[in-house]
């Protein structure tokens, strides 16, 4: 009867274990990409927060949008980031540095974590919940345009942000119209090759300001429609805190951005 037993108990571990992991990859859908880069959930980090060195990975203009308030912004699209961050090390080499990006499907600070660990940088490890997530539950750490504490009434929801998603389908139909720009606003780190649509798209940094700024003021004076796609569809939504504080009307983000983009031509191929 003992061993059957231990034997029950190691089937109902196996269920939940099985369940937890599940869930994490439901909520994480980027981890099981990345199994072997260690991760910090936000209460943890929140916690701890003190005792770790909170590095950004995003792009500046991301960065300066909205923050963990004390955190430090090394891209992970910079050519230097490994010297920077091998630099960070020197001068913290007892503390754990933790990365982080936009949110839960954001790849970035899993990917910050495997290019130091491929380059013996230590105790790197991701906090993979995102910075949205860190400014709802804890505004008083947070910084949203320079401010701090954050109102979070002034962060723009996700059902706010709904509302100026469209589908790579439809982002082609509109291209067929001449009242359009459309921007590229992939990093240097995302980008491969040529544009989605050669001759039409400009490709513009997030962290070229003025640029930017030119577009959207173009885009207004002439009433034309802004079309802007991204790599993954997340980085456009630090965008439209401009444009909505230059009451731009007409703009649309590709849902999904060019990956949504490539994996529709697939699906589309016989």
Avoid at 56 to 64: A, H, L, Q, T
């Amino acid at each position: 009867m003992h061993k059957y037993k231990n034997i029950l108990v190691i089937f109902v571990c196996m269920l939940v274990s099985g369940f937890v992991v599940a869930k994490d990859t439901e909520e994480f859908p980027a981890r099981k990409f990345f199994p072997t880069i260690p991760y910090i959930s936000l209460d943890d980090l929140y916690k701890d927060k003190d005792k770790y060195i909170i590095v950004d990975v995003r792009s500046r203009y991301e960065f300066e949008t909205l923050r963990i308030k004390g955190a430090r912004n090394i891209p992970l699209s910079s050519s230097d980031f490994i010297l920077d961050m091998q630099a960070l090390r020197n001068s913290v080499p007892n503390s754990t540095i933790v990365v982080y990006c936009n949110g839960k499907t954001c790849k970035k600070s899993y990917q910050a974590v495997k290019k130091c660990r491929a380059k013996k940088i230590s105790d790197v490890i991701a906090y993979d919940a995102g910075v949205m997530d860190w400014a709802k539950k804890y505004p008083q750490d947070s910084t949203l345009l320079g401010n701090s504490p954050v109102d979070t009434t002034k962060l723009i929801p996700k059902t706010e942000f709904r509302k100026h998603l469209i589908g790579s389908k439809k982002f082609g139909e509109l291209l067929a119209g001449k009242n359009i720009i459309v921007l590229d606003v992939r990093d240097q780190f995302q980008r491969e090759g040529v544009g989605l649509f050669p001759g039409v798209d400009k490709r513009v940094y997030l962290d070229d300001h003025d640029s930017i700024i030119r577009y959207v003021k173009k885009a207004k004076n002439e009433n034309k429609t802004l079309l802007v796609y991204d790599a993954a569809g997340k980085q456009v939504r630090w965008l439209m805190y401009t444009l909505e504080s230059m009451k731009l009307k007409n703009y649309y983000f590709m849902n999904g951005g060019a990956d949504a983009y490539f994996a529709d031509m697939r699906n589309t191929l016989p």
